[in-house]
């Protein structure tokens, strides 16, 4: 089946500094990804759809100047939390579409781990 | 407002026995659903994906059944293996261009030896 990679799969910053999360679909392209956090006990919150070569769409509520996502290639789109807060921990994922055959299947990185200290 | 919602919101069973795990939704208009197994700190893997006009869908000990006109559907596990311990997520796609998701927040399913 299709694989998507994340990048780096934890991270420990510091208060203030920026973080750049990676997204790959390895075997196959996609146009659109999207990314999720998650927090403890809780379910996936979609915080922006990744269109590959336009401005992503963000969530109501999620800060486009906080989390600057970039799709540059139809295989990868990456998540950059500027500045970032220890109330920006939490659990990151990406999925990628995969439009082949008109399946509309999302297939789900493995997730990076970020805690702000 | 487009709603998933699981029951129970966790559950402990032993090994080698069979679970039902519930999932209502109320999305509109609805294009498919999904199963997803996420284990402790990783992605979701999806299960089965069912789209309006099936209702059973079988994928090893895993079975999920669909019931449109209810909007229900069920998610069973057979002969349970301690590897089956996870967060089950119910997913529901909206008909449309973009195929907006609503997650259901899962349940968390415990084997016990």
């Known amino acids: 089946g299709a694989v998507v990679s994340q990048h780096p799969s934890w991270v420990i910053c510091k208060s203030g500094t920026s973080v750049k999360i990676e997204c790959r679909s390895l075997?196959?392209?996609?146009?659109?990804m999207f990314w999720y956090r998650q927090f403890p006990k809780q379910s996936l919150m979609l915080m922006a759809t990744s269109n590959e070569g336009s401005k992503a769409t963000y969530e109501q509520g999620v800060e486009k100047d906080k989390f600057l996502i970039n799709h540059a290639s139809l295989t990868l789109s990456t998540l950059t939390v500027t500045s970032a807060h220890p109330e920006d921990s939490s659990f990151y994922i990406c999925s990628a579409r995969d439009l082949e055959g008109g399946s509309y299947e999302q297939y789900f990185g493995p997730g990076t781990r970020l805690t702000v200290t | 407002k487009n709603q998933v919602e699981q029951s129970p919101q966790s559950l402990i069973i032993l090994e080698g026995k069979n679970c039902t795990l519930q999932?209502?939704?109320?999305?509109?208009?609805?294009?498919?659903l999904r199963w997803y197994k996420q284990d402790t700190g990783r992605g979701p893997v999806s299960l089965t994906i069912?789209?309006?006009?099936?209702n059973t869908k079988s994928n090893g000990r895993y079975t999920a059944t669909l019931d449109a006109d209810t909007k229900q559907s069920s998610l069973h596990i057979t002969a349970s293996q301690l590897s089956d311990s996870a967060s089950y997520i119910c997913v529901v796609s909206v008909r449309g261009g973009y195929q907006k998701v609503t997650f259901g927040i899962g349940t968390k399913l415990q084997v016990i030896p």
């Open positions: 069912m789209t309006f006009s099936e």
């Open positions: 999932c209502n939704y109320t999305v509109s208009p609805f294009s498919n």
């Open positions: 075997d196959f392209q996609a146009t659109t």
